[in-house]
């Protein structure tokens, strides 16, 4: 039996997102699992405003998420120290619909490390530290495991299915 996975990440801000989803969808499709990127999702947003076109977004990949029993998400850090916002609530929509969730990252630096080498060390917030690569709220639920790669975070996860 295959198993459905949606793929998350600030990947679709790619210039050749749609190329580079396919060949996420192929990677799985090596392990037994059938990938879903979120641009599967033939959206016509050229008729409606950028709100309905949001809507309609958020509308489809929950609805992708929902037919998916597993999640594997990109969690590099996009545009700061942290994962994609985006992917984050995804992250937390398939947990909460008991799916099976996964992580990748390159950077496996801790996110202590990243804030304070960054413009933020500075600022009036404390910095969360527990020995993770990102928030704790993301990496609870794989029990703080982070994968190098989304190869091995697909090989890992098609382990699970077995």
């Keep these: 039996m295959a198993y459905n996975v949606y793929l998350a990440g600030p990947d679709v801000f790619l210039d050749n997102a749609i190329e ?3 060949k996420l969808k192929l990677l799985c499709s090596k392990h037994g699992l059938i990938g879903h990127f979120p641009l599967d999702n033939k959206l016509d947003l050229s008729a409606n405003g950028k709100h309905s076109n949001a809507s309609s977004i958020y509308n489809s990949n929950t609805k992708l998420i929902d037919m998916c029993d597993a999640l ?3 969690i590099e850090p996009f545009r700061g120290v942290s994962a994609d916002p985006g992917t984050a609530f995804e992250i937390g929509y398939a947990v909460a619909k008991n799916k099976l969730v996964s992580l990748y990252t390159s ?3 801790f996110y ?3 804030v304070g080498t960054s413009n933020y060390k ?3 917030w404390n910095i969360e530290d527990f020995d ?3 928030n704790l709220m993301l990496l609870a639920p794989t029990n703080n495991v982070v994968y190098e790669s ?3 975070a697909v090989i890992e996860l098609a382990k699970r299915f077995i």
């Design 20 to 22: 580079h989803g396919e």
């Design 72 to 74: 594997i998400a990109n």
């Design 107 to 109: 950077n496996l630096n």
């Design 112 to 114: 202590k490390h990243r």
């Design 122 to 124: 500075n600022d009036k």
């Design 132 to 134: 993770m690569v990102d």
């Design 150 to 152: 989304f190869e091995k």
